[in-house]
C-alpha cells in the first residue's frame, strides 16, 4: 500500500492519514456509517437538525425545529406550504392533528373532521378558535367523505390525510374553489392512485413531493392536485 505524503505535513499527521486509509480499505461499511453518524447526527446544523427530525424523533412528534406543529407529510411539501399558504384561505381537512394547529398558523379558518373518538377530544382540547373539528365515525364512501358537501362552504384547499381516501379525493372537487386544490399525503401507497386518476379526468393535474417526513426512515410522497389559475401560483 503507497502513501503519498505532503512534506509539510507533521509525523503525525501521516500516520492518522495512514491508518485512516487503512481503516477505509478493510472496514468500508462501518466507516461509511461513521461518517454518516459525524455529517447528519453530530452536526448539529445539518439537514436532521435544521428540518426538526432530530427534535421530532426525540418527542415523538411531528414538529419543527422550533418545536411548532407540522403535517406529518415530507419535508419539501412543507417548505412549499410554509410559503403559498395563505391567511385568506378557507382549508378542509380530512384526518385531524397536528397538521391542523399547522394549517391553523397559516390560514383563516380549518375545518377537520375525525374518526377517532380518543384523538378527536385530545385536538379538541388543544385547537384555536378559527378550527372547526368534527367527529364522523369511519365509513367507505358513505358519510365520512361526503361530510365535506354538507358543510355548505367552498375552501381553497382540501389536504386528504385520514381514511377511504380515494373518495375523499372524488367529493372533494365540487367542494372547492375555482382556484382550490386537493392534497393528497402517502400518495405513493398504490391504492391512493385510482383518486389521482379521477381528478385528472376532471382536469386536473399532479405535482408530487418526496422526501423524509418528520420521525420517518424512508421516502415519502405527497401529491398537490391543481388547475390552472390555483390559488398556490402553481
Known amino acids: 500500500m503507497e502513501i503519498?505524503?505532503?512534506?509539510?505535513?507533521?509525523?503525525?499527521?501521516?500516520?492518522?492519514?495512514?491508518?485512516?486509509t487503512v481503516l477505509q480499505?478493510?472496514?468500508?461499511?462501518?466507516?461509511?456509517?461513521?461518517?454518516?453518524?459525524?455529517?447528519?447526527?453530530?452536526?448539529?446544523?445539518?439537514?436532521?437538525?435544521?428540518?426538526?427530525?432530530?427534535?421530532?424523533?426525540?418527542e415523538r412528534k411531528p414538529i419543527d425545529n422550533n418545536g411548532l406543529a407540522i403535517p406529518w407529510m415530507n419535508y419539501a411539501v412543507i417548505s412549499?406550504?410554509?410559503?403559498?399558504?395563505?391567511?385568506?384561505?378557507?382549508?378542509?381537512?380530512?384526518?385531524?392533528?397536528?397538521?391542523?394547529?399547522?394549517?391553523a398558523r397559516k390560514a383563516k379558518h380549518v375545518t377537520s373532521v375525525e374518526c377517532n373518538a380518543e384523538w378527536f377530544n385530545f385536538v379538541q382540547s388543544h385547537v384555536p378558535e378559527n378550527v372547526l373539528l368534527l367527529f364522523q365515525k369511519r365509513d367507505i364512501d358513505g358519510e365520512y367523505c361526503r361530510l365535506i358537501g354538507s358543510t355548505g362552504y367552498l375552501y381553497d384547499i382540501v389536504v386528504v390525510d385520514g381514511v377511504d381516501r380515494v373518495n375523499c379525493v372524488k367529493q372533494s372537487i365540487s367542494a372547492l374553489t375555482p382556484e382550490?386544490?386537493?392534497?393528497?399525503?402517502?400518495?405513493?401507497?398504490?391504492?391512493?392512485q385510482e383518486g389521482i386518476d379521477f381528478a385528472k379526468m376532471h382536469g386536473f393535474r399532479a405535482l408530487h413531493y418526496e422526501g423524509l417526513k418528520a420521525t420517518g426512515e424512508g421516502v415519502d410522497r405527497t401529491t398537490i392536485l391543481y388547475r390552472d389559475g390555483n390559488c398556490l401560483e402553481i
Open 25 to 58: 480499505r478493510l472496514f468500508p461499511l462501518p466507516c461509511l456509517h461513521y461518517r454518516a453518524y459525524v455529517n447528519l447526527v453530530k452536526n448539529r446544523n445539518s439537514y436532521l437538525y435544521s428540518t426538526g427530525w432530530m427534535r421530532s424523533l426525540k
Open 80 to 103: 412549499f406550504l410554509e410559503e403559498r399558504l395563505s391567511v385568506k384561505m378557507n382549508i378542509f381537512e380530512f384526518g385531524s392533528g397536528y397538521s391542523t394547529f399547522f394549517y
Open 180 to 192: 382550490g386544490c386537493i392534497l393528497i399525503d402517502d400518495s405513493h401507497m398504490d391504492n391512493h
Open 4 to 20: 503519498t505524503a505532503n512534506a509539510n505535513h507533521l509525523p503525525g499527521t501521516a500516520v492518522q492519514s495512514f491508518i485512516k
